[in-house]
């Protein structure tokens, strides 16, 4: 199937869309991508909806914007790539995480699927985390079974980061056994740092965390935040770490701290893991960070790679993962497992939309 994949992640920076040709089971191609980028107002009035548990008029106002700027998203995406919608097979719309609970039982990804499939005239798969939810999942992360799919040919084991807001790992055995978790906080704490600090909104190229020293006290006292020592199954809200463990810092140690703490708390993953790994590879927005790359083969004493150097698409991998998903959503196929969510048992999930 010729499946395009929509996501919107915690960083709200924009809406990336991908396409892949796959059975569910193999990735027989790729596709073009395309990030569209919110505008500031978009991204404020998102962000006004996250922490809801219920609907009100904030979440009502961010759904119906999620939804049209998925819709541009996806027509502005056919129009720069001369690919006509009719070519298309399904979608995979994440949509928007505002509110992410699993203890409680609670996640909640805004964005209108019947509208979607309705206005592009393609079925549409979204709310792909429900069902894993109230299976007594986490929810998150769904993404190892496509790490899964794109590593079938790599030497194992091997770990897979995703850094966004939040970072996520997958643990990949020799046996293709799977363990993935959220490792800490990914971009979250040093964006929200440089929006407060530096009035930008994120440390592009990881250049001001290079200009500055890291505060090691700091950074060992961070490493015994209890979440690290939790055994998996275990995630993330975005807003569950915050930047101000850096307060009191100048604007460059406090990101060069706090890049170093997000790094460290990728590497205390490692203890987690059945096997040790000699090989991370990273993608999501961090692999864009050479400064925390850096960080990351430091701690984690380990070989680091960008998934853009495997051949992947580093930016357009979660895209890509929700195509996957939706297309094994579609087959009844498990999209969760005890090793990545903490489900009693492989769980397949989403709600199908048909135009
Ligand atoms: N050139 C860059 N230098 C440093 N950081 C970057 C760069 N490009 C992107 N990022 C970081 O990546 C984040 C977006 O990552 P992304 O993987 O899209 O996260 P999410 O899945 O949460 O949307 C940005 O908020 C920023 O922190
Ligand atoms: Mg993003």
Known sequence: M??????????????????IETDGERVAG??????????????RQIRAAFGADRANGATQAAERLVTETHVAAVRQWAETTATPLSSLDIVGFH????????????????????????????????????????????GAPLVPIYHAALARDLHKPLA??????VANVTWIGTDGALLAFDTGPGNGPIDDWCARRAGVRFDRDGALAASGKVDRARVERFSEHRYF??????????GDFKESWADGLSVSDGAATLTRGTARAIALAA??????????????????NPT????????????????????????ALEAQAFAFLAVRSLHGLPITYPGTTGVPHPTTGGTLHRP
């Open 2 to 19: 010729r499946a395009l994949g929509l996501m919107s992640g915690t960083s709200v920076d924009g809406i990336d869309v991908a396409l």
């Open 271 to 288: 203890r987690h893991f059945p096997a040790p790994v000699t090989r991370w590879v990273i993608a999501g927005g961090g692999a864009r």
């Open 160 to 165: 897979v980061v995703n850094v966004g807001g």
């Open 292 to 315: 925390l790359l850096d960080a990351i083969a430091d701690e984690t004493r380990g070989k680091v790679l960008t998934a853009d150097s495997l051949g992947w698409d580093g930016d």
């Open 30 to 43: 790729f596709g073009p991508c395309l990030t569209v980028p919110y505008r500031d107002e978009e991204r």
């Open 95 to 138: 949509g928007q995480t505002i509110t992410h609970r699993p203890d409680e039982h609670f996640t909640w990804q805004i964005g209108d699927g019947a509208a979607l499939a309705h206005a592009l005239g393609i079925q549409v798969v979204n709310d792909l985390r429900s069902a894993d939810v109230a299976a007594g999942g986490q």
């Open 229 to 238: 020592a939790q055994k998996p199954p275990k995630s993330l809200d975005r």
